[in-house]
């Protein structure tokens, strides 16, 4: 009965570690990182946006999400994450300003407070969010993904 539970045991450690590892190699693959995964960049961790910039880099931080500041190219920042809203403005049930005002911004409280309306977006509203997501803040990222 021991050998049976040791090596059940044994088995339920490969399947989980088999799936956590599974899981980080999927996460490592989907963010770029600087210098170690790209060396034909020729750039270090430290490299400053000028030269992340002319090497085709992308730093999403707030100065980038700042040009993003129209209807038309609408990016908001939701707890540290990026989010290109431009496609969904239009739709938005509380109406069109209510997004716009936020574009190119810090928008968390906004977000978690309808505007300041006191209440919260629905699961489905935060649900919304994960189609649009560019990157979290502070990323680098190839190029800006616009919808």
Known sequence: MKKLTGFSLFIFFCVVTAILTAGLVFYSNKNINIGSSNPNLGLNKTADV???ASAGVTVLDFVEVAKHNTEANCWIIVNNKIYDISGYASAHP???RNITNYCGKESTTAFDTKGGNRGSHSVYANS??????VGDLNQKIMKPTTK
């Open 50 to 52: 000028t030269t992340l």
């Open 94 to 96: 509380g109406g069109t």
């Open 128 to 133: 919304l969010l994960d189609q649009y997501y």
